[in-house]
């Protein structure tokens, strides 16, 4: 059973920066995609960002494009998202998801098996 756990959320000033992490637990099987999704009081959670193990390749939604990073460092087991100028729209419980295949866009949550427990981002104006 793969173990996701995430951290970096926090409260945060328009124009500001977090990075969020996750990490996996130590024995897990191949994860091939990871992504990142969000989701806010009273909406579905939505995609965000995926990346890919094998090269690296990466997908956004359009509403973060050019503002977030997402990235993993594949010996640590970790993911990470690194986000830039936000906006309060940008609020929202940010999960952590992965899964042992590969996707080239990975936007569904159905394409995804294992997932963290959250990590809460404020945005305030």
């Known amino acids: 059973q793969v173990q996701l756990v995430e951290s970096g959320g926090g409260l945060m000033q328009a124009g500001g920066s977090l990075r969020l992490s996750c990490a996996a637990s130590?024995?897990?099987?191949?994860?091939?995609?990871t992504a990142w999704f969000r989701q806010a009081p009273g909406s579905e959670r939505e995609f965000v960002a995926s990346?890919?193990?094998?090269?690296?390749?990466?997908y956004y939604a359009d509403s973060v494009k050019g503002r977030f990073t997402i990235s993993r460092d594949n010996a640590k087991n970790t993911a990470y998202l690194q986000m830039n100028s936000l906006k309060p729209e940008d609020t929202a419980l940010y999960y952590c998801?992965?899964?042992?295949?590969?996707?080239?866009?990975?936007?569904?949550?159905?394409?995804?098996?294992?997932w963290g427990q959250g990590t809460q981002v404020t945005v305030s104006s």
């Open positions: 990346i890919r193990r094998s090269g690296g390749m990466t």
């Open positions: 998801a992965a899964s042992p295949n590969s996707y080239y866009r990975g936007i569904s949550t159905d394409q995804y098996a294992y």
């Open positions: 130590a024995r897990t099987p191949a994860i091939y995609t």
